[in-house]
């Protein structure tokens, strides 16, 4: 859509951002980065991460493991703290 694609930071690079995944891949200084039909595409971050008003952060591993789930969803940990999946 033309939405994602004028708030895609990856354009600018040569790469178009990720449509579907939002598995971070690697992070540079540009931003995060996904994989796509075996091409790298840029996760564009979204302006809220669900856990953020509960005082946590989302997790940024590849694959997250549910440790525990409530009203507020799914959650994981990263370096010994919880974080939103």
């Given at each position: ?33 996904g ?35 409530d ?15």
């Amino acid at each position: 859509s033309s939405s994602t694609t004028s708030s895609c930071w990856a354009t600018k690079l040569g790469y178009s951002c990720c449509k579907y995944t939002k598995i971070v891949v690697e992070t540079d200084n540009s931003g995060r980065w996904g994989i796509e039909n075996n091409n790298w595409c840029g996760i564009i971050e979204t302006s809220s991460c669900w856990a953020t008003k509960l005082g946590y952060k989302c997790c940024t591993s590849r694959c997250p493991q549910e440790e525990y789930r409530d009203n507020d969803g799914s959650w994981g940990i990263e370096n010994n703290n919880w974080c939103g999946i």
